[in-house]
């Protein structure tokens, strides 16, 4: 396997790797997050914004929709599972 085909092991992501990873800067992602237009869960850790890389690849996998769309898509993935 390649060195660069190793997974990253981190679970959790800052908001300026989220920036990095859609490429737009860590104030951007902020702003998105408090004006609704970033459906992803935020954490917080002290002063940093920390994010799920798992979250984050799915959210991106699925075209990086709007946060009603995103909702719904966790909701019949979540329903799925159950049954």
Not at 14 to 43: F, H, N, W
Not at 68 to 73: D, E, N
């Amino acid at each position: 396997m390649a060195a660069d085909a190793t997974p990253n092991p981190t679970l959790m992501i800052d908001a300026a790797e989220l920036g990095r990873q859609i490429c737009c800067g860590s104030t951007t992602i902020k702003k998105m997050v408090r004006c609704g237009k970033l459906p992803l869960r935020r954490y917080r850790l002290c002063r940093k914004w920390l994010f799920s890389r798992g979250e984050l690849e799915a959210w991106i996998a699925a075209g990086m929709p709007c946060a009603s769309r995103w909702s719904f898509l966790k909701e019949q993935a979540a329903m799925k599972r159950t049954g």
